[in-house]
RNA sequence: GUCCCCAUCGUCUAGCCCGGUUAGGACACCACCCUUUCACGGUGGGCACCGGGGUUCGAAUCCCCGUGGGGACGCCA
């Protein structure tokens, strides 16, 4: 799924004209490099996303660098969950762990000796210095003593070296003044500016797609890059998501943030996808469901938003329902049954030991009426129950009106010789009777409704009474009259 | 506090760059239709250019200032 070549991006990919774009006329290569410290979060996924939609779009290389040297912060479960979800979104790395590639080793605790050799060059060209038994990034300028109110301390800061971003979203971005920083901790561990930086240059990395909460970095990691005497990847920062309630962005801790979480509720991992290329970017159309290889195709810089978005798990809730709904009868219950299968509780479990066929056709009538497979287990568990509930309040309510009782004795007499091979001929059945009562067949659902179920949602009448059969039909029918 | 980014319905957004639109779509909400409940679907409705100054015949659109929101300010990433 190629989109452009090297000269169609030229084009297309400046909000801003660049002056120049480096390694323009090779291949795009974009990383996503996630640090495990936490579980995988929706902010996460969808800076993966864009990168990965990118590195598609313009049939570049989507690289998976681990970033874990804060060794205090890390743990491997953290990591297999980052593998998971990208797998489970359909987000496949070219280049990372498990898979290789010609720039590994690809987790930055294994490239400590890329690093030293790194390191040696600043120290070579005076651009590195130890202090409190750290190594520092100097900067270049003039240095003044600042108060800062924020650290309550005396700080330097370094001027007349305005680092000049060209952001693909933001346009062009300056920074007039910077402080040194660490780059190698005082334990012997370099530190994020520095290994991200030099993990870009040895990972040739072209595009720097991250969330703006990066942006006032970037001056310091241009700074960097001037350093080793190189030109700067084209930088584009995303705008970020914003937790649904409540003030600031997303974070792990906040309802609904967790990727995993959706996997385990049954969403369907092309509706998160879709769902999430809309947050801060737009095919600028009035298209919003769209198949993913659509959004490869339109996925472009220019297409993204300037400010941040705030998750809507409605919206998102909206969009898995209209994927749910296309899916085929075959593909919904092997994602129903995995469903079921994860779910692993007591109604799960008396589910998945019903007949299949059973278990299918019930499965099939609910189809159109769910909006995400978590309903499911509710939804249907009458199916799987003679002693199922009956819903008090239901049932007050629909036998409190006209004579329920009677139309209940009259389908059943109706029904016990009926055809019940199909909706259709069950519907006859049903009209046929209500037609020669002077009746409606509304008369005839409500009770007939509440009998198989207990309640007075579900799939259509006539499809439960196929499914659930003459005989569990007739027996409900004579529990509820009793 | 300092620095940086941003600003169209409740929410996601189109329109902004290249001033002239009944400011469009989607989610959510309301009503009606369809209908065998509930959904789906259809039709309609309410709902927005943050405020103030400019520039201009004319500003959602260009400029400035406010205000508001967000981010960064770690030997975290």
Redesign the pocket.
């Known amino acids: 799924m190629t989109g452009g070549t090297g000269c169609f991006l030229l084009f297309i990919s400046t909000r801003h004209k660049p002056q120049e774009l480096p390694s323009i006329m090779s291949q795009v290569r974009v990383r996503f ?3 495990p ?1 936490g579980f995988f979060h929706i902010g996460s996924a969808r800076t993966a996303l864009f990168n990965w939609l990118y590195a598609r779009h313009t049939g570049g290389v989507f690289v998976l660098r681990i ?4 060794q205090a ?1 890390n743990s491997e479960e953290f990591l297999n969950v980052i593998y998971d979800s990208l797998t489970w979104l359909g987000m496949t790395w070219d280049e990372g762990p498990k898979v290789g590639g010609n720039y590994g080793p690809y987790r ?1 605790s294994e490239r400590g000796p890329i690093y030293k050799e790194y390191l040696q060059k600043l120290i070579d060209a005076g651009r590195a210095y130890e ?4 190594v520092w990034f100097k900067l270049l300028g003039d240095r003044s003593e600042v108060y ?4 309550q301390k005396t700080v330097t800061k370094v001027a007349n070296t305005p680092a000049v971003i060209d952001d693909q979203i ?2 062009r ?5 910077d ?1 040194d ?2 780059i190698f ?3 012997g ?1 370099p ?3 520095f290994v ?1 930086v030099v993990d870009d240059i040895a990972m040739k990395i072209t595009h720097v797609i991250r969330g ?6 970037t001056s310091k990691h241009v700074e960097l890059f001037k350093a080793f005497g190189v030109q700067p990847p084209v930088f584009a ?1 995303i ?2 998501i ?1 937790k649904q309630n409540g ?3 997303m974070s792990k801790r906040d309802q609904g943030a967790l990727i995993e979480e959706y996997q385990k509720r049954g969403y369907l991992p092309e509706a998160l996808v879709n769902f999430l290329s ?5 095919p ?3 298209r ?1 469901k769209m198949p993913i290889a659509d959004i490869i195709a339109l996925f472009d810089f220019p ?1 993204i ?8 798990d ?2 998102l ?2 969009m898995n ?2 994927y749910l ?1 296309e899916l085929t009868a075959d593909v919904f219950v092997v994602q129903a049954r995995a469903y079921y299968e994860k779910l692993g509780t007591p109604v799960a479990a008396v589910a998945l030991a019903a007949d299949p066929v059973y278990f299918r056709e019930v499965l099939l009538i609910s189809q ?4 995400g497979l978590e309903e499911l287990p509710a939804y249907t568990a009458y199916f799987f129950a003679e002693d199922f509930a009956i819903d008090a309040k239901v049932r007050d309510k629909v036998m409190g009106k006209g004579d329920p009782k009677a139309r209940l004795a009259e389908l059943a007499e109706a029904l016990a010789t009926a055809d019940f091979s199909s ?1 259709t001929a ?2 006859e059945t049903i009209k046929a009777l209500a037609t020669a009562k002077g009746l ?3 008369d005839y ?2 009770v007939a ?1 509440l009998a198989v179920s207990g309640t ?8 439960m009474f196929r499914v659930l059969g003459r005989e569990r039909v007739l027996a409900s029918f004579a529990r509820l009259a009793a």
């Open positions: 490099a996630p640090s410290t970033e874990d040297t804060d912060r930055q202090k409190d038994g750290a800062d109110d924020h650290r933001r346009g971005v300056e920074r007039l003044e402080e920083f660490v901790r005082s334990d561990n530190v994020f500016h991200n703006e909460d990066h942006l006032s970095n920062h705008p970020l914003l003030p600031g962005k809309l947050l801060g970017w737009s600028k159309d009035d919003e297409g938003n300037q400010s941040n978005a705030r998750f809507d409605k919206k809730a909206h329902m209209a709904l159109p009426k769910i909006k909706d069950i519907e409606g067949f509304g659902q409500s409704r007075n949602v579900g799939p259509s009448l006539t499809s």
